[in-house]
C-alpha cells in the first residue's frame, strides 16, 4: 500500500499558521469567479478597497500597476490573503477543524458549531475593512448561501485550495480525505458550496452530488451546493 507523501499529510492548523495560510489560499483562489467578485483587479487600486484596509503600513496598501494593465495584482493578493486570514483566525480555527500541508489548507465546521462560526460584529467590521465598497455585496452573498444549507446535522466544507504551483500533487485531495472520514465516522453527510465550475468533477470523484444552482445577488457569479452522503462515494485506495 502506497503511503502519502509527508509534505502532503494533513496536520492541524493553529493560530500560528495564519499568515502562511492566507498566502496560500490567496493564491489557490486568484481564479475563483466568487473571490474575483469580491476582489476585482481594479479594487486595490487608488482609493478602492485598499484605501480603507486599516492604518498606515498595512498590507493591503496599492503599489505600481503590475505592467500587465492590471492594477496592483500583488496589492490584490495582499487583500486576498488578509481575507482568508481573517475568517482564518477569528472564525474558523475557534469553531472549526482546520488543517493544512505545505501548500494547501482547508476549514471545516462540525455539527453543533456552525451556529457559533458565524461571523460576530467584529469579524464584520474587519472584513468589511477589507472589501470596501464590496462589502455590501459580500454580505447579501452570505446570506444567500446560508439559506441553502441544509437543516440536517452534516459536516460543512467551509474552503479548502491548494497553491496552483503544488496542484496535481495530492494536497487537496489529502485534506478532503481527512474530513471525509471524520465526517464517516460519526455518519454524517458533508455539504460544500462551489463557485467554480471546473472543480465540480472533482468533488463529484469524492461523492459530492449537485443539488442545484444559486446565483448570487448583485449580479454575482453562480454557487453550486453540493452534498455527500455518509461514507458514500469513497474513491478507491490510491486515486
Known amino acids: 500500500m502506497s503511503r502519502m507523501p509527508m509534505t502532503n499529510m494533513p496536520k492541524p492548523a493553529s493560530i500560528d499558521d495564519a499568515s502562511r495560510i492566507g498566502r496560500t489560499l490567496a493564491l489557490a483562489f486568484d481564479d475563483d469567479p466568487m473571490m474575483r467578485w469580491f476582489f476585482p483587479d481594479g479594487a486595490a ?22 505592467g500587465s494593465g492590471r492594477p496592483g495584482a500583488a496589492a490584490r493578493e495582499a487583500l486576498l490573503g488578509r481575507y482568508f486570514s481573517t475568517i482564518f483566525t477569528r472564525q474558523y480555527a475557534r469553531h472549526g477543524v482546520c488543517e493544512h500541508t505545505r501548500a494547501a489548507a482547508a476549514f471545516w465546521v462540525p455539527p453543533g458549531a456552525q451556529d457559533k462560526a458565524v461571523p460576530d460584529a467584529a469579524t ?18 452570505a446570506e444567500a448561501a446560508a439559506g441553502e444549507g441544509p437543516p440536517e446535522p452534516h459536516w460543512y466544507l467551509a474552503v ?58 448583485g449580479g454575482g457569479p453562480t454557487l453550486w451546493p453540493m452534498r455527500r452522503a455518509p461514507g458514500g462515494g469513497r474513491p478507491a485506495a490510491g486515486a
Open 45 to 66: 487600486d487608488g482609493d478602492g478597497v485598499a484605501g480603507v484596509a486599516g492604518g498606515p503600513g498595512r498590507p493591503g496598501r496599492p503599489g505600481r500597476p503590475d
Open 124 to 141: 464584520i467590521a474587519e472584513l468589511s475593512g477589507i472589501l470596501g465598497d464590496r462589502a455590501p455585496l459580500f454580505r447579501r452573498a
Open 160 to 217: 479548502i485550495g491548494a497553491d496552483p504551483a503544488a496542484r496535481g500533487q495530492g494536497h487537496g485531495a489529502a485534506l478532503l480525505r481527512s474530513g471525509l472520514a471524520k465526517a464517516d465516522e460519526a455518519g454524517l453527510p458533508v455539504y460544500l458550496e462551489s463557485s467554480k465550475p471546473a472543480n465540480l468533477p472533482f468533488y463529484g470523484h469524492f461523492g459530492f452530488t449537485v443539488l442545484g444552482e444559486v446565483r448570487l445577488p
